[in-house]
């Protein structure tokens, strides 16, 4: 058994990320009460589509770079459940009928499939606004102008420069008759996952009002981690099954999806997403082991099953 | 001529609020630059729904709000163009084919229509968190707690205890078997279109840092006339053609919609909007001339013709 520091630490990366996403389900879940009244249904909506499921990635990012700068942990965790909100709100809307139209997700029943259009609809526009609400609410840092500067990264994260923009390029990409090349497709994932992942590895530098250089290397870290998580799960859809992964599989190369697994193949691509680990831990030089955990979910993001 | 004080600014509310539209418009091109790429059909979208359309009412609220305490104008508009975004997103998703299925809005044809349906629902999710975006950057105050109470406030406005609340109890009320009572119908209204009046009003006074009771005054001036605007809207559908008013018309009466009219009959509701009217102007009673155009505003959103 491995028992240098490093192994140790690769130890409990299962451990510490099951845990986080447990104490993020129990955030989510105080601050998405079942209210009276015919908006329940709304709340339950919100509710199934964001507790108890996913690997809590992005949730775990904000954990872990809040825990750098000692951030308390209600704080980190009100930041890391409005994260994972928009996360889940993006989700909801691409699974519609009118966007991938897709019945399955996180193994079980898409929101729209286990309400109905209208309701998931709903549910994803109240994600995403409730997250900014839990951002700008007193709780969440008692320096106002923290709280402001974590609602303008998420937001240009998430908005049309951001996640949203990239879906439509990604939507575009699909109708064009040429495929894209190696830069528009590294364009379309940066802007489509890659900022709300950076965003996430960053907002624990802005809660701790870290010092530039450090707030920046989290960011970078979070980019190349991004772009390498998006590969190693164009990865997943080319070879593994639907049941491993927990949602239809095999459907990039159907649709004619533009990912760098299509564009350079297997092998290409698996080592461009090593190169990029090795390029997320490099970022993390000036910081100390307390930043082990983050440099081994860089290896994690590719070496993952589902 | 009628040339006295009060009717020389009634002449000019029409004017001032044209005026105001237009400036409105300005500040929602500049927000909204076209870039270059494939996200520039998303802008493309987001400006179609949001430039040009519509008595800006939520915007005009910010403006005259604002003007009480001499805050910028550039600083206003920025937060009149954030409110119109968010209504506009709601417009947009409120007229999908999942909810209220509508072809025609301010005289043209809807989102989806213009566009697709996917575009539609991403240009929405865009306007909602360009707002977001819009009010967090600098620009909008130098004191940030000013910009996160603005956050705060709207994102509670337009959240799940607000618009998109409303927007659920309002298909679910569709779908019940007995029809609403007028404490549900209130409520529901408060929630749809209330709310993000209230706080279109009391905008500027967070942007003018005013004290506790004149900000009161105006978030109670926006709940007396959001509800007067929202019995004159159901009056308008009951009463006037689709030509009139630039969308579909006797439509609430063909859905089972829950409205005051409905349940109150043409007669009865009017009387209550002239009575919100009136109960709004007694909000503005510590104000002065100033707030002149807030008062006549209140009048006219009962006597409207679209």
């Known amino acids: 058994m491995d028992m240098s520091a490093e192994g140790v630490v690769a130890l409990s990366l299962p451990r510490a990320m099951a845990q986080a996403a447990e104490e993020i389900d129990a ?3 105080a601050l998405l009460p079942r209210p009276e009244g015919g908006e329940a249904r709304l ?33 980190a ?4 459940a409005a994260v994972e909100m928009v996360h889940a709100y993006s989700l909801i809307h691409d699974d519609l009928p009118a966007m991938d139209d897709d019945d399955l997700r996180r193994g079980k029943p898409t929101c729209h499939k286990a309400f109905d259009e209208a309701t998931a609809i709903l549910a994803g526009d109240a994600l995403q606004t409730h997250a900014f609400t839990v951002l700008a609410e007193e709780e ?34 699909e109708q064009a008759t040429a495929p894209l090349d190696e830069p528009a497709i590294g364009r379309l994932q940066l802007l489509k996952t890659g900022k709300l992942i950076e965003v996430s590895a960053e907002a624990g530098a802005i809660l701790g009002k870290a010092a530039t250089p450090q707030r920046h290397a989290l960011e970078f870290y979070g980019r190349d981690l991004g772009a390498a998580f998006q590969i190693a799960d164009d990865l997943l859809d ?5 049941e491993e992964v927990g949602k239809a599989t095999g459907k990039d190369a159907g649709a004619g999806k533009a990912t760098l697994v299509g564009l350079l193949g297997i092998e ?13 831990r490099d970022h ?17 993001v590719i070496d993952r099953r589902n």
Chains 1, 2 share one sequence.
Request: hydrophobic letters at 45%.
């Open 27 to 29: 955030a989510l879940d």
């Open 43 to 75: 709340f339950e909506a919100m509710r199934y589509s964001t507790i108890g499921g996913g690997k809590r990635l992005r949730g775990f990012l904000v954990l872990e770079g809040a825990r750098q700068f000692n951030v308390s942990r209600q704080a």
């Open 77 to 80: 965790l009100r930041v890391a």
């Open 140 to 173: 969440t840092h008692p320096d106002p102008s923290v709280r402001v500067e974590l609602v303008r990264r998420l937001s240009r994260a998430a908005g049309p420069r951001g996640m949203v923009g990239g879906q439509m390029l990604d939507i575009m990409a």
């Open 238 to 242: 080319a070879t593994a099954t639907a």
């Open 268 to 280: 290409r691509a698996r080592l461009q997403a090593e190169r990029l680990v090795a390029q997320a």
């Open 284 to 300: 993390l030089d000036s910081f100390g082991e307390k930043a082990d955990l983050l440099r081994l979910l860089a290896d994690y």
